[in-house]
């Protein structure tokens, strides 16, 4: 019945330019027939294949705001699930000049995201903590502990996790006196107190410790002696 025929055949062109602007392209689909009916393989068909993609212009751009992206950083981990991010900037496109403007001007265009999840490979296990509890003292010394798990990918439990790299599970906290970590007066009128010189006495320091330590660092001679008059 002699050579069948295998000629490409294309769709037509889009009837849109992929830019709104300024310079895009219009696309087609390139496709491999026997007989008029048969798909076959790209490189069946004799000839060259014909243009998929063509450019078009949709004509200057003037004025015309959008949003502009960088590229995109390194992932935030080295395994297992991180974060990838990217600049994003406001511009305005006037016929090939673009500047950056405030980015309030392209509050009404749809902002592209500027972050998505990465993961390079997976870790196997690792530790993982929970966040530190409160200081058991508030000062002269005290601990806080939080848990420490070794799990796998799968956040299973684990006892692979290398002992030498564990957390610290107990960490000790507010070593320091009772007058340095002191933020706020216990007492509602603690400026007599600085007034009347109270603050030599252990009382008065300790419920208008804000009080009496700023007043020890502009008068400190004052705490010395007590010059109370009656």
């Given at each position: 019945m002699?050579?069948?025929a295998?000629?490409?055949?294309?769709s037509l062109?889009s009837?849109?330019?992929?830019a709104?602007?300024?310079?895009g392209?219009?696309t087609?689909v390139?496709?491999?027939l026997?007989d008029?009916?048969?798909d076959?393989?790209?490189?069946?068909?004799?000839?060259e294949?014909p243009?998929?993609?063509?450019?078009?212009?949709s004509?200057?751009?003037l004025?015309?705001?959008?949003?502009?992206?960088?590229?995109?950083?390194q992932c935030?981990?080295e395994?297992?699930n991180g974060?990838?991010?990217?600049s994003?900037?406001c511009i305005?496109?006037?016929?090939?000049?673009v500047?950056?403007?405030?980015?309030a001007?392209?509050?009404?265009?749809a902002?592209?995201v500027t972050?998505?999840p990465c993961?390079?490979?997976?870790?196997?296990?690792q530790w993982?903590?929970?966040?530190?509890?409160?200081?058991?003292?508030?000062?002269?010394g005290?601990?806080r502990?939080?848990?420490?798990?070794?799990?796998?990918?799968a956040?299973?439990p684990?006892d692979?996790?290398?002992?030498?790299l564990?957390?610290e599970?107990?960490q000790?906290?507010?070593t320091q006196?009772?007058d340095?970590?002191?933020?706020?007066?216990q007492?509602?009128?603690?400026l007599?107190?600085?007034?009347?010189r109270?603050c030599?006495?252990p009382?008065?320091?300790g419920?208008?410790c804000?009080a009496?330590?700023?007043a020890?660092k502009?008068?400190?001679?004052?705490f010395?002696?007590?010059?109370?008059?009656?």
């Amino acid at each position: 019945m002699g050579v069948c025929a295998r000629s490409w055949f294309t769709s037509l062109w889009s009837q849109r330019c992929s830019a709104e602007c300024g310079k895009g392209n219009r696309t087609r689909v390139a496709v491999c027939l026997m007989d008029h009916a048969t798909d076959l393989p790209l490189d069946s068909c004799e000839g060259e294949r014909p243009a998929e993609v063509a450019s078009c212009d949709s004509g200057p751009c003037l004025n015309r705001l959008e949003w502009y992206t960088g590229p995109w950083g390194q992932c935030s981990a080295e395994c297992g699930n991180g974060t990838q991010t990217r600049s994003l900037a406001c511009i305005n496109n006037n016929n090939g000049r673009v500047e950056a403007v405030e980015p309030a001007k392209c509050s009404g265009l749809a902002q592209p995201v500027t972050a998505r999840p990465c993961r390079l490979k997976p870790c196997g296990v690792q530790w993982y903590v929970t966040e530190w509890s409160a200081c058991s003292r508030s000062c002269h010394g005290g601990f806080r502990v939080r848990e420490v798990r070794c799990l796998t990918d799968a956040i299973v439990p684990s006892d692979q996790c290398d002992p030498d790299l564990i957390p610290e599970s107990r960490q000790e906290c507010n070593t320091q006196p009772k007058d340095s970590y002191c933020q706020h007066d216990q007492y509602h009128n603690c400026l007599v107190v600085v007034q009347a010189r109270l603050c030599i006495y252990p009382y008065y320091r300790g419920v208008c410790c804000a009080a009496c330590s700023r007043a020890q660092k502009t008068y400190p001679n004052s705490f010395q002696t007590n010059h109370i008059r009656r």
